[in-house]
């Protein structure tokens, strides 16, 4: 196994998923969820964006050019759905039960698109094309696994920060985070204005 390819693809993808930084979010997102269902939520989160990122990084390509879908398209299309969860946060609206009873955080937008996101999705097409043999799928493989480990270990921590903020801390939080995700969301859409514009501005 190419160690220096794995240590690049681990601190690349830890970077681009922000760990630390999902951490708000997921509480802001799962609040009304006890110590067991919170649990629950951050596995199948983790292995929603662990499925998604290895669909990617092994046919990515090949799925985005058969739909006719450019990255860019696709960076837009999270940031849109990642404004959407942002104005949920700010007005309140997931604390309504019906709301929540029909879809799972964990899944959308937790699984994706913040954890598997734009960016980590095109990451691992770059890091899998770059590749040129069984070593470095190895080791891209294994970075892959150990970033959704270390993302697991930042998930599950969250309970001790429920038990000391309480709920009027979560509260708070729930609103900052609504800041942050629009904040992620407006960044990907112009990011994704700004490719448009050099791929097809001449």
């Known amino acids: 196994m190419d160690l220096q390819l794995f240590g690049t693809a681990v ?4 970077v681009i998923v922000d760990p630390p930084g999902s951490v708000p979010i997921f509480l802001a997102l799962t609040r009304s969820m006890d110590f067991r269902a919170r649990n629950r939520a951050a596995w199948q989160a983790v292995w929603l964006s662990f499925g998604v990122i290895v669909a990617f990084a092994v ?11 450019s990255l860019p398209a696709m960076q837009a299309a999270g940031g849109l759905l990642l404004l959407l969860v942002a104005l949920e946060l700010l ?6 039960p019906d709301s929540t009873a029909t879809s799972n955080v964990a899944l959308v937008p ?4 913040l954890l598997a996101g734009p960016g980590a999705i095109v990451a691992s097409i770059v890091f899998v094309r770059q ?3 069984i070593t470095d799928y190895v080791a891209i493989a294994a970075a892959i696994v150990a970033v959704h480990a270390i993302i697991l270990g930042f998930l599950r921590f969250s309970n001790v920060i429920v038990r000391v903020l309480k709920q009027g801390g979560i509260e708070v939080l729930t609103r900052i985070s609504g800041l942050l995700v629009a904040a992620i969301a407006v960044q990907l ?10 791929q097809y501005g001449g």
């Open 131 to 133: 590749g040129s043999g």
């Open 59 to 69: 046919a990515g390509g090949q799925i985005l050019k058969y739909l006719g879908i």
């Open 110 to 113: 937790l699984g994706t698109p």
């Open 11 to 14: 601190v690349t993808l830890f």
């Open 189 to 198: 859409i112009a990011d994704a204005i700004a490719s448009f514009v050099r």
């Open 91 to 96: 007005t309140g609206k997931q604390d309504d």
